[in-house]
């Protein structure tokens, strides 16, 4: 059951460690669009980035109409694949990262809240500590920024119009 209303605010969660060259795509992304929306003088989208995903987050998500994930890929599509998510049915606990498919679960099992979600993942290179975003991944980067920039002035458009 999709518990979400027009009033939720659509929520673009960016992970990864900036420290670590590529690993950083999704917090980068997220921060770059959070800029490019305040200047626009967008309502209705929310940001947030950690360095990784936890049970903490399904209350953001469960608080969301829709949710966008935005992380880096170790291999896969150039210069990122957007894809659907649906709630992992298997939860588990530790004190390492989540998967997006956990904290939908977690969402739905604990919230009742079901908001349709989608992972971005920008495909990276470079995973070194302490060095800048690799060239290649830098180009995959501003295509994928275009792409959501696009996303989000279509009026009233959802992520899966726009696949």
């Known amino acids: 059951m999709d518990t979400s209303s027009p009033a939720q605010p659509l929520l673009v969660y960016g992970y990864g460690n900036p ?18 929306a305040h200047k626009q ?13 936890n049970a903490e987050d399904a209350l953001a998500v469960a608080s969301s109409r829709e949710v966008i994930f935005v992380d880096a890929a170790v291999e896969g599509v150039e210069p990122f694949e957007f ?29 009742n809240a079901t908001p349709p979600a989608w992972l971005l993942a920008v495909r990276g290179y470079a995973w070194e500590v302490q ?6 991944a830098r180009s995959n980067l501003d295509a994928a920024f275009h792409f959501l920039c696009d996303w989000l002035l279509g009026s009233g458009n959802t992520a899966e119009d726009k696949r």
């Not at 420290?19 to 490019?36: F, I, K, N, S, Y």
């Not at 060095?131 to 290649?136: G, L, T, Y």
């Open 131 to 136: 060095e800048p975003i690799s060239p290649q």
């Open 19 to 36: 420290g670590r060259q590529d690993d950083g795509l999704g917090v980068r992304l997220v921060e770059e669009l959070e800029a490019w």
């Open 83 to 111: 894809r659907r998510l649906v709630p992992g049915r298997q939860i588990s606990f530790s004190t390492h990262a989540m998967p997006p498919e956990s904290i939908l679960a977690l969402a739905e099992e604990l919230y």
């Open 41 to 53: 003088g967008m309502r209705g989208v929310v940001f947030d980035s950690n360095y990784q995903l």
